[in-house]
């Protein structure tokens, strides 16, 4: 299964944009990309997904390296309520998803 | 976006005792189901995915006998912990998607915590 590489932890302060990396340099060509955000004790909840162009949502952004070797999810504006864990996923022709370990977001006030 | 809801949030029960957990996609038709485990502080592990009507592909070192799992139908698969044991306390999510190209949605989760 291809790996994704993310920083453990990043800080930003309320009201200000937050771009969140990640590294997938072993993605296959059929692997979309998949940004999912987790609170303690709840379930994973959808973000964004993309292939190869940049996709915008309400929730976010998602830029797309063009060797699709590296992503960055973008919060347009963070809030206190966007402090999660964020995942970013490649999900296979079988539509498996291999989590990572995922980057700590915290918003300070 | 699409529901996809866990019975029970939480559960404990005795160590040897079998516990079942229900995931449901409320509002669309899921062709494929995933089972996930997260202990504390650390990320999903993929456990098994299910297809309708087919049995669960389960990933290395997840035993087949001692996590039964169903798929009887496009809205619905359990989960049995079969002889739980205090190492199988953790939080189990499952996932549901309507299609291999399509969003996959997660469950809230159940606790379970064997004593």
């Known amino acids: 299964d291809a790996k994704t590489t993310q920083p453990n932890s990043m800080e930003s302060n309320e009201e200000e944009p937050v771009h969140l990396p990640c590294n997938h340099s072993t993605i296959s060509g059929t692997d979309y990309i998949h940004w999912y955000r987790q609170l303690p004790s709840q379930g994973p909840e959808y973000v964004i997904h993309?292939?190869?162009s940049n996709v915008n949502n309400r929730m976010a952004s998602l830029a797309i390296a063009e060797d699709r070797k590296s992503s960055t999810l973008i919060l347009h504006r963070a809030t206190l309520r966007d402090a999660a864990v964020y995942y970013c996923i490649l999900r296979d022709v079988a539509g498996k998803s291999t989590f990572g370990d995922g980057t700590t977001l915290t918003v300070k006030p | 976006g699409a529901v996809v809801s866990q019975h029970p949030s939480w559960v404990i029960c005795k160590s040897g005792t079998s516990v079942k957990i229900e995931c449901r996609s409320l509002?669309?038709?899921?062709?494929?189901m995933f089972w996930y485990r997260q202990f504390p502080k650390q990320s999903l592990m993929l456990m098994a995915t299910?297809?309708?009507?087919?049995?669960?592909?389960?990933e290395q070192g997840v035993e087949k006998d001692k996590f039964l799992i169903n798929h009887a139908s496009l809205t619905l698969s359990t989960l049995t912990v079969t002889s739980a044991h205090p190492e199988d306390s953790s939080f189990y999510i499952c996932s549901a998607t309507a299609g291999r190209w399509d969003t996959q949605y997660f469950g809230p989760g159940t606790r379970l915590t064997v004593l």
């Open positions: 993309g292939l190869t």
């Open positions: 509002d669309f038709q899921a062709t494929t």
């Open positions: 299910s297809n309708e009507g087919s049995k669960a592909t389960y």
